[in-house]
């Protein structure tokens, strides 16, 4: 199995869904002559020409509703947003349009078109650049939403995303797409609403999404070398969410934390927990805790980011509140 970087992934995948199907075409701020801010269009202007590789100029309102029109007379849009924290300027084509136009049209439209771009802290790139927004998507109805956490996933989850027949927001890790790992070649799909047990235990459950995925392996490798044995559920797409998979892993451990890199205050965490709460009760033996970023806009000084963002030492801590050995 070939191993490529995140960035590579998505290219790999946005490449085979352009050879696969004609209607399919990329839109975005760079993605054509500068080949994406983050590279990962890189080629495909030489391989499938300007009119399905389209340089868009700064104005996210204005493309994004360009895609929302193309998806509506037969296309397939994959709008790149350069960041996740500009395409708050072009929220009412994606919550009022492409969310809606269903059911506002009783069926009688359908809007399949893929909203991508990066989003989390960037590295230093202070709090207008460094939000992590999935639980703003995550509360309308008639989006998807999804954050793949490796390169498998990101490949999987874009090529089902750029087939679903609605609305998708993929949110990817800014600070992933260096990162490296195996991917399937040729057709690679991880469906959309399915979690996925990145890690076997017995003992307590983590569940994540995105980067934080690994900040809680390290987490889970310490607390091994303490015999404490840690399950971690990748949630991959936080709308739907994986119900059933949640309560699974809970039914098993009986323990869970929820780790998120987005604020507290009605966070998707927050969902996870009601889920476990409202319909696994009886299966836990303490209260789930969440761990998230601090309630306070990013910082730009190193230390400061660092100290905002959830990390392995916070997460060792909530497992073991949760399993009542707090200051072992």
Request: hydrophobic content about 45%; charged content about 25%; glycine content about 10%.
């Amino acid at each position: 199995m070939a191993e490529l970087m995140y960035r590579e992934a998505l290219n790999q995948a946005l490449a085979e869904e352009m050879e696969r199907d004609a209607n399919v075409f990329l839109i975005g701020e760079e993605v054509g002559r500068y080949q994406g801010a983050f590279k990962v269009s890189q080629g495909l202007l030489d391989r499938f020409g300007s009119a399905r590789i389209i340089d868009a100029p700064i104005s996210e309102l204005g493309f994004t509703g360009l895609g929302v029109g193309a998806a509506m007379v037969g296309l397939r849009p994959v709008v790149e947003m350069m960041t996740w924290n500009f395409a708050i300027l072009a929220m009412d084509q994606i919550v009022n349009n492409a969310a809606k136009l269903r059911h506002m049209s009783g069926g009688q439209l359908r809007c399949p078109i893929v909203f991508r771009g990066p989003g989390g802290a960037g590295g230093r790139l202070s709090s207008q650049h460094s939000q992590a927004l999935e639980s703003t998507y995550a509360h309308f109805p008639g989006l998807k939403v999804v954050a793949p956490a490796t390169p498998a996933d990101a490949k999987g989850l874009l090529k089902s995303a750029i087939r679903d027949e609605n609305p998708v927001i993929m949110i990817e890790g800014e600070r992933l797409y260096a990162l490296k790992g195996e991917v399937p070649e040729g057709e690679h799909i991880v469906p959309i609403g399915k979690a996925d047990v990145k890690r076997e235990g017995k003992d307590v459950s983590i569940i994540t999404w995105s980067r934080m995925y690994y900040f809680c392996e390290e987490a889970a490798k310490q607390l091994e070398a303490e015999g404490i044995s840690v399950e971690i559920l990748d949630l991959r797409t936080l709308r739907p969410l994986d119900e059933e998979a949640i309560l699974a892993t809970v039914r098993k451990t009986n323990r869970a934390v929820v780790v998120e890199e987005g604020w507290p205050l009605a966070g998707v965490g927050a969902q996870v927990v009601d889920i476990i709460q409202s319909k696994g009760f009886d299966d836990l033996d303490a209260p789930v805790v969440r761990v998230t970023g601090l309630d306070v806009n990013m910082s730009y000084a190193a230390n400061l980011e660092n100290a905002i963002q959830p990390d392995a030492p916070k997460i060792v801590a909530a497992v073991k509140k949760v399993l009542y050995r707090e200051g072992a």
